[in-house]
């Protein structure tokens, strides 16, 4: 055998074992925050005024749990990078941490993928069997569609999306069942000209809803964040 074919060969070889490796979550325990750190974080997801008074869930070692009760019907929580689209290369990341901050209807619908694909991503289960298992739950119904007036908040300074821990945009979303025109964003103008309606048409995932992105220009803390330029 030649040197050259046997690089050849050692190349593949690594290459499969990263792609093995970036399939697979990294140990719990790098995903896990100081339980107070990660309650003040959660709120940061919403105006003081919204997330004082709202329900805060913290990750551990079984899942994600009420550390604090709230009165509101909005629910707060640090979602980590599983929850991103399936396509996305940090999906494992362990800092990617974005808060959220869902209203009643929204924790009743939405926040039960977040609950579905973290029970399955804490028991060892790969990106692509998350991804098929959430798939084949939608088809059998056994997951909801978006209720009535679903919305969250995420207006965290301290929200990180990536690696180096960027932050996107102040914005609150808004979840709607999936259909044609939503889809292409057509029903709410979104990403026309001068609209301050977002939908991001490239970030393809399998829950049954259309999520419209409305930047605004403030953090939750109050003050101002980058205006809106564009995807």
Not at 122 to 135: E, F, M
Not at 211 to 230: E, M, N
């Amino acid at each position: 055998m030649t040197l050259v074919r046997v690089c050849v060969l050692l190349t593949g070889v690594f290459a499969l074992g990263a792609a093995a490796r970036s399939d697979a979550m990294a140990p719990l325990s790098q995903y896990l925050m100081n339980p107070q750190a990660e309650i003040a974080f959660a709120r940061s997801a919403a105006p003081a005024a919204i997330s004082q008074r709202a329900t805060i869930l913290v990750l551990g070692t079984h899942g994600y749990a009420v550390a604090q009760k709230g009165q509101n019907g909005f629910t707060c929580i640090v979602e980590r990078g599983w929850m991103q689209p399936f396509g996305r290369p940090n999906f494992w990341s362990v800092k990617v941490r974005t808060p959220v901050c869902y209203n009643a209807a929204a924790a009743r619908t939405v926040l039960v993928y977040t609950f579905k694909r973290t029970e399955m991503a804490l028991a060892g289960t790969s990106k692509s069997q998350i991804q098929a298992r959430i798939v084949a739950a939608i088809a059998a119904h056994a997951l909801p569609t978006p209720g009535t007036s679903s919305m969250a908040y995420m207006m965290s300074k301290s929200q990180s999306f990536d690696d180096a821990g960027h932050a996107w945009y102040s914005h609150v979303m808004v979840y709607t069942p999936m259909d044609d025109s939503a889809h292409a964003g057509a029903s709410w103008g979104a990403d026309r000209r001068l609209s301050p309606v977002v939908f991001d048409a490239d970030d393809k995932m399998p829950e049954p809803w259309t999520c419209f992105f409305i930047p605004v220009a403030h953090w939750s803390d109050g003050t101002p964040a980058p205006l809106y330029s564009g995807m």
